[in-house]
């Protein structure tokens, strides 16, 4: 079993930056991937970022892409989100999660955190 912890969300204005944490704690062999979704008010659990663990292979979702990195730092079990130029869009409860991809095959994440939340507003 794997327990994923994220922190860092809040509120923010527009413009802004926020970088996300994610730490995991326990083990599973069968994971070498880490990400973030989110899911706005009303709306459905949307990708955001994933990335292998061996930093191999990477997507990003369109709506981010050039306003957000991601990043793993394996000797801390940690995975980061750092987001700039925030926009009201981007508010949301932004989700941890873990899984694993073959090739450029992505299983549905098997372990999710119970999010943070983040409000870009003025």
């Known amino acids: 079993q794997v327990q994923l912890v994220e922190s860092g969300g809040g509120l923010v204005q527009p413009g802004g930056s926020l970088r996300l944490s994610c730490a995991a704690s326990?083990?599973?062999?069968?994971?070498?991937?880490m990400g973030w979704y989110r899911q706005a008010p009303g709306k459905e659990r949307e990708l955001v970022a994933r990335?292998?663990?061996?930093?191999?292979?990477?997507q990003v979702a369109e709506s981010v892409k050039g306003r957000c990195t991601i990043s793993i730092d394996n000797a801390k079990s940690t995975v980061y989100l750092q987001m700039s130029s925030l926009k009201f869009e981007d508010t949301a409860v932004y989700y941890c999660?873990?899984?694993?991809?073959?090739?450029?095959?992505?299983?549905?994440?098997?372990?999710w955190g119970k999010g943070t939340l983040v409000t870009v507003s003025s």
């Open positions: 999660s873990a899984g694993r991809v073959d090739g450029r095959a992505w299983a549905v994440p098997k372990y």
């Open positions: 326990g083990s599973d062999f069968s994971l070498n991937y």
């Open positions: 990335m292998a663990s061996n930093g191999g292979i990477m």
